[in-house]
T-cell receptor
Framework: ETGVTQSPTHLIKTRGQQVTLRCSSQ?????VSWYQQALGQGPQFIFQ???????GRGNFPPRFSGLQFPNYSSELNVNALELDDSALYLC????????????FGSGTRLTVV | AQSVTQPDIHITVSEGASLELRCNYS??????LFWYVQSPGQGLQLLLK??????LVQGIKGFEAEFKRSQSSFNLRKPSVHWSDAAEYFC?????????????FGKGTHLIIQP
């Protein structure tokens, strides 16, 4: 059973650019959630996708958007990058929306310069 | 809205000594409570969780936690720490009944193990 994999592991972008982060969910999981973890902070919930539809969203602006594909993998897109978007982005997958079964990936470290 | 407070930013413990990490939550109903551990450059690993029932919960790696409703606390304990326990520990709370609101995490406690 494979776990949650995220790509890339690190990337550097310039302010104002757009970025796409990718997540492959654990086998058998149909729900993917994304979290942002700033340095020295706990993760903050961005949104959740269940069966290709967004079914929950945290306090993040619309320039944070996502997709979930038929194979339940997911993308996080961030437009108009700001310096404060620099963080570790974590993806978690689970079955049927319940976070009691979360499996987290190792994250993508995004640096905005 | 729910919130989580981890009062200790850093804790230093000698190897072999006991450990207690504090967590206080704010939530109007019965919460779902979690403890996660994060090693440098890694994602989050679930140590244990509480949904209902017995208020003393056993987890992996010898950790346990006790839910105390009267104190709104869910403290993590381990009787004897090992050097490999050095990591960042996060307490989290969730809304009972679903995951659409995600988990709310505390800011974490950095655990340092002295030889």
């Amino acid at each position: 059973e494979t776990g949650v994999t995220q790509s890339p592991t690190h990337l550097i972008k310039t302010r104002g650019q757009q970025v796409t982060l990718r997540c492959s969910s654990q086998s058998g999981h149909n729900t993917v959630s994304w979290y942002q973890q700033a340095l020295g902070q706990g993760p903050q919930f961005i949104f959740q996708y269940y069966r290709e539809e967004e079914n929950g969203r945290g306090n993040f602006p619309p320039r944070f958007s996502g997709l979930q594909f038929p194979n339940y993998s997911s993308e996080l897109n961030v437009n108009a990058l700001e310096l404060d978007d620099s963080a570790l982005y974590l993806c978690a997958s689970t079955q049927d929306k319940g976070y009691y079964g979360y499996t987290f990936g190792s994250g993508t470290r995004l640096t905005v310069v | 809205a729910q919130s989580v407070t981890q009062p200790d930013i850093h804790i230093t413990v000698s190897e072999g000594a006991s450990l207690e990490l504090r967590c206080n939550y704010s939530y109007g109903a019965t919460p779902y409570l979690f403890w996660y551990v994060q090693s440098p450059g890694q994602g989050l690993q679930l140590l244990l969780k509480y949904f209902s029932g017995d208020t003393l919960v056993q987890g992996i790696k010898g950790f346990e936690a006790e839910f105390k409703r009267s104190q709104s606390s869910f403290n993590l304990r381990k009787p004897s720490v090992h050097w490999s326990d050095a990591a960042e520990y996060f307490c989290a709370v969730g809304v009972a009944g679903g995951g659409a609101d995600g988990l709310t995490f505390g800011k974490g406690t950095h655990l340092i193990i002295q030889p």
